[in-house]
């Protein structure tokens, strides 16, 4: 492509971007009732949000497989979240029997049918970066940023042989944990820990929180900016011993998005070569094509904002388990009683500036807690 031609599409793309904008800004509406932490409240963000959102579109414009018409995706059309703060919290104090009712096997079933097992590179086998899906000298462009990766000869080294997750093998039941403040003071650990594989996301903070958010993990994941922002880069003799340290509170493996962003790049192969030589807590590295299957799935049903590690993980996590519950999944800043609840359990801090839509991830999982696919726990457990 000849540089008159390549500014011209930069140009044009750039012009697309602004009105794009410029139209969300002037759509706008106004924000649900319910207080939540989700950026939908704001028309900068938004609009900044389906920006990168043209960006992605225009970079991975590609053709995954997703059943739209399918038994799975006709139960799950049959619920809707009520729109009301009022009423929707009226279900949620209503809702005290669905967690504890049996998984629907025949939507469960479906499920795996018509959304994950038609596109092969979602299959959730691939959800690593292994010895047998990529090779030394494979170039993979960076998800969310300009650039490109080489998998050198060291790096492929340190993937492991296989993926952690076997092609039939299935756990009975598994825990997916995330890090709302909903789960303060909620005595679920015990309840957490009773399952055959947990999963937690960006190296969350345990003790001190045993009761409300158990002890063990099996996976755990890490967004490259933590290594910046908590381990100093992990660049001094004193950041490496505390982010080693800091691994030991896990089991199982680290899965790293080392391939979303350029900028971080470095970083997370600087972690994987930390945790080379351990037994366990390794640094594994995420694999890029998973994520967009599973994202343009969704993409292709409605949901067309980058979805978040969470609801990546729980959309595999489908197919790994016979039974899956979540805990410490709560978008809001607020109980059904008006209660504040923090933006994590462990800390006061608030949510930066992000390209999520946690609102309607919400709206999904509980429509599938009430179709029977999965559980969703939203109250303490005692």
């Known amino acids: 492509m000849s540089l008159g031609r390549k500014f011209s599409v930069v140009f044009m793309t750039a012009i697309i971007c602004c009105v794009l ?5 002037e759509s706008y509406h106004t924000q649900s009732e319910i207080k939540s932490y989700s950026a939908r409240g704001d028309r900068l963000q938004q609009g900044l949000r389906n920006v990168f959102l043209t960006f992605l579109n225009y970079r991975f ?5 997703a059943a739209t018409d399918g038994y799975f995706m006709n139960s799950l059309m049959t619920y ?12 949620l104090l209503n809702d005290t029997s669905t967690a504890s009712q049996e998984t629907n096997r025949t939507l469960l079933l479906k499920y795996r049918e018509e959304f994950i097992e038609g596109s092969t590179v979602g299959l959730p086998q691939n959800m690593f970066c292994t010895k047998e899906n990529t090779h030394v000298d494979q170039t993979f462009g960076f998800l969310y940023s300009l650039g490109s990766a080489r998998i050198t000869q060291h790096l492929w080294n340190l993937f492991p042989e296989t993926s952690l997750f076997e ?13 709302s403040g909903i789960l303060f003071n909620s005595k679920c650990g015990k309840q957490i820990d009773d399952a055959d594989f947990i999963l937690r996301f960006n190296l ?18 890490a967004n490259p900016s933590i290594f910046r922002e908590r381990f100093d880069s992990i660049s001094t003799d004193a950041s490496k011993c505390e982010f080693l340290q800091t691994l030991t509170n896990y089991d199982g493996v680290v899965w790293v998005p080392a391939l979303s962003v350029s900028a971080t790049w470095s970083l997370s192969v600087q972690a994987a070569n930390l945790t080379a030589s351990q037994d366990k807590t390794k640094v594994v590295f995420g694999y890029p094509e998973n994520l967009l299957a599973v994202w343009h799935m969704w993409k292709a049903l409605g949901h067309q904002t980058q979805i978040t590690t969470g609801f990546y993980m729980t959309t ?4 790994i388990c016979e039974e899956t519950h979540l805990y410490g999944f709560w978008p809001f800043a607020e109980t059904a009683d008006g209660t504040h609840v923090p ?5 006061s ?3 930066t500036l992000h390209f999520h839509d946690t609102d309607t991830e919400f709206k999904i999982l509980w429509a599938l807690h009430q179709l029977n696919l999965l559980k969703l726990h939203v109250g303490p457990c005692f």
């Open 21 to 25: 904008l410029v139209l969300q800004m």
């Open 61 to 65: 414009d590609r053709n995954y497989h």
């Open 80 to 91: 809707s979240l009520p729109q009301t703060r009022a009423d929707f919290f009226a279900l």
């Open 167 to 179: 092609d039939k093998h299935r756990y009975k039941k598994c825990h997916i944990i995330g890090n």
């Open 204 to 221: 969350p903070i345990l003790k001190g929180f045993e009761d409300d958010v158990g002890i063990h993990t099996d996976l755990v994941t």
């Open 316 to 319: 595999s996590f489908l197919n």
């Open 343 to 347: 933006y994590h359990y462990y800390d």
């Open 349 to 351: 801090d608030s949510p």
